[in-house]
């Protein structure tokens, strides 16, 4: 949680309500740099990492933003030490099965974007109950990232409009920007306005390469765990100083 949950309650003063992100994405990078900074296990910093995240959910509901999509693991993520990844993959397990309550009287739709076929099955299984029962709530639509990797949503969307044109369903002159599009695993939510990297790190990691394409970057050295309303209050001044011309004068 936040040093004090009690602050920020409401829409910052200083933020225009007609003019926030509709859709926040967020890389949330630094939470083995801020256990080893503790002098901790790394796992520890993912534990303290889902209290940010809860808190900055709640966050963007009490602010009326839309739209919230987290990266939580990698395609690439894989390659950590075994011990780390089989700890976050029950972490994110245990976590769902905790939050779900919570998330339906607090109006959440929760999806998942990935390739979640190569998830324990136990995952799996936590992931479509999440998904099954928040499907009609109405509120925020928030979106974790798990097992996602922009080039091999890529990739999987090619290859399903390939079958299709292979199929004589569809000719490649009808393939375009709105049709490959739906082909991705964001098929029901907008692009990204804003998106947060934590920890420092000026790169966006296979994170939403498509839908990134205009989407307002704003990096902050503060680690994941210790990210706050306040910090993204900050993210979000920034965000309304931004000229957003999407190529034009
Ligand atoms: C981000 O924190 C969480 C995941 C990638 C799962 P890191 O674990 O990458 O933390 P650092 O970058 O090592 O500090
Ligand atoms: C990006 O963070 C992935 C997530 C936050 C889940 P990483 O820590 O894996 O990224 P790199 O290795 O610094 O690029
Ligand atoms: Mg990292």
Redesign the pocket.
């Known amino acids: 949680m936040t040093a004090n949950p009690s602050v920020l309650l409401r829409l910052p003063a200083d933020l225009q309500p007609d003019r926030l992100p509709k859709h926040v994405a967020v890389?949330?990078?630094g939470n083995g740099r801020w256990a080893k900074k503790q002098g901790i296990p790394r796992i520890m910093g993912h534990r303290r990492g889902v209290d940010t995240l809860k808190d900055i959910l709640r966050c963007c509901k009490d602010w009326g933003i839309g739209a919230l999509t987290a990266?939580?693991?990698?395609t690439?993520?894989w390659g950590r030490p075994l011990e780390e990844v089989d700890f976050l993959m029950t972490l994110f397990e245990r976590v769902l099965r905790q939050e779900l309550r919570e998330m339906m009287k607090e109006n959440v739709r929760i999806q998942f974007v990935g390739n979640l076929n190569a998830l324990p099955k136990s995952l799996q299984v936590e992931i479509e109950r999440s998904m099954e029962e928040t499907r009609h709530n109405t509120g925020i639509q928030f979106s974790v990232a798990t097992n996602y990797g922009g080039r091999q949503e890529i990739i999987q969307a090619c290859r399903a409009i390939a079958t299709q044109v292979q199929q004589g369903l569809l000719q490649p002159h009808e393939i375009n920007e709105t049709l490959f599009a739906q082909h991705l695993y964001t098929a029901d939510v907008c692009d990204p306005d804003l998106m947060i990297r934590t920890s420092g790190?000026m790169?966006i990691?296979n994170?939403l390469l498509w839908q990134a394409a205009y989407a307002e970057l704003y990096v902050t050295d503060t680690l994941w765990p210790d990210f706050n309303r306040e910090a993204f209050h900050r993210a979000l001044i920034s965000y309304q100083k931004r000229d957003r011309r999407f190529g034009k004068v």
């Open positions: 890389i949330m990078d990266y939580a693991f990698s690439e993520n790190e790169r990691s994170f």
